[in-house]
């Protein structure tokens, strides 16, 4: 396939549809591509390209790398190219019903998460809430998780009698 190949361009736009959805469910700002490989670590031109359509020689790292920031299925990416009558094969997304910045000295409250079969979603909603809190609200946040793994590694070591 060559760059502009329709394939291609049908790609691109699966994941910038792709991208805005997850702008909806975890992180608002990743409606724009620049925030989005920022806090994917990808770079910018690769991603661009591929969300135009404009190349057609990526390493298989690349679609690996691409198809996790886009919580893609793994292998998505060359599955689509091959036949492009399906649909990228997407990972749910966490879904929060309410989500807000915590007012000052108040705790972060997110009234439900839909944990779906990613933990990696997970992380990047905890993330998306942790870098708006405060450094007071941070350290008690970190302070909170250490005590929850430290209570699931408890429960875990415990045998049953």
């Known amino acids: 396939m060559v760059a502009n190949d329709p394939a291609w361009v049908r790609l691109g736009d699966l994941l910038q549809s792709r991208r805005k959805s997850l702008a909806r469910a975890v992180n608002a700002d990743w409606r724009f591509r620049r925030r989005f490989v920022d806090d994917h670590l990808l770079d910018y031109r690769t991603t661009s390209d591929l969300e135009r359509g404009d190349r057609d020689n990526y390493d298989a790292r690349t679609y690996a790398r691409i198809e996790r920031a886009y919580m893609l299925k793994e292998g998505a990416i060359e599955s689509f190219l091959a036949s492009e009558t399906e649909a990228l094969e997407e990972q749910p997304i966490v879904e929060v019903s309410e989500s807000r910045a915590p007012l000052a000295g108040e705790e ?31 350290d008690a946040a970190r302070r909170q998780m250490i005590e929850i793994l430290n209570e699931i590694d408890d429960s875990s070591d415990q045998t049953p009698s």
């Open 108 to 138: 972060l409250a997110v009234e439900r998460v839909a944990v779906t079969q990613d933990f990696e979603v997970v992380l990047a909603a905890v993330r998306s809430q942790y870098e708006q809190m405060t450094d007071e609200e941070r």
